[in-house]
Nanobody
Framework: QVEIVESGGGSVQPGGSLRLSCVVS????????IGWFRQAPGKEREGVSC???????????YYADAVKGRFTISRDNAKNTAYLEMNSLKPEDTAVYYC???????????????????????WGKGTLVTVSS
């Protein structure tokens, strides 16, 4: 049974940093792509970042324009854990952040856009990030 659990959310002032963690079980993270999404109040869920697996794909990482240069996705396959390092946080980054995975090594299995939530097969329950002074 696949399970994805996010942690690391919290409240931070603008300009601050947080690191989100995503622990997966029921499959070997090494073989699959992993992505991060977010949903702000009253808005649709949007893709933030995605990383292909190196085993079966190219290991490339992708970032939404809104977070490029500030967020970094990474993974520790030995721990079956993915991370999202978030720096220079802004109030508009406030959202529930979700970790998700497709049943494939690529972020583009189901959709030509890695930011499309329909491209993911498994989801965590999310962790809340609040950026406010």
């Amino acid at each position: 049974q696949v399970e994805i659990v996010e942690s690391g959310g919290g409240s931070v002032q603008p300009g601050g940093s947080l690191r989100l963690s995503c622990v997966v079980s029921g499959f070997s993270l090494e073989l699959y792509a992993i992505g991060w999404f977010r949903q702000a109040p009253g808005k649709e869920r949007e893709g933030v970042s995605c990383m292909n697996s190196r085993d079966g794909s190219d290991g490339n990482s992708y970032y939404a324009d809104a977070v490029k240069g500030r967020f970094t996705i990474s993974r520790d396959n030995a721990k079956n854990t993915a991370y999202l390092e978030m720096n220079s946080l802004k109030p508009e980054d406030t959202a529930v952040y979700y970790c998700a995975a497709p049943e494939d090594a690529s972020c583009f299995l189901h959709s030509g856009d890695y930011r499309d939530p329909d491209g993911m097969d498994y989801w965590g329950k999310g962790t809340l990030v609040t950026v406010s002074s």
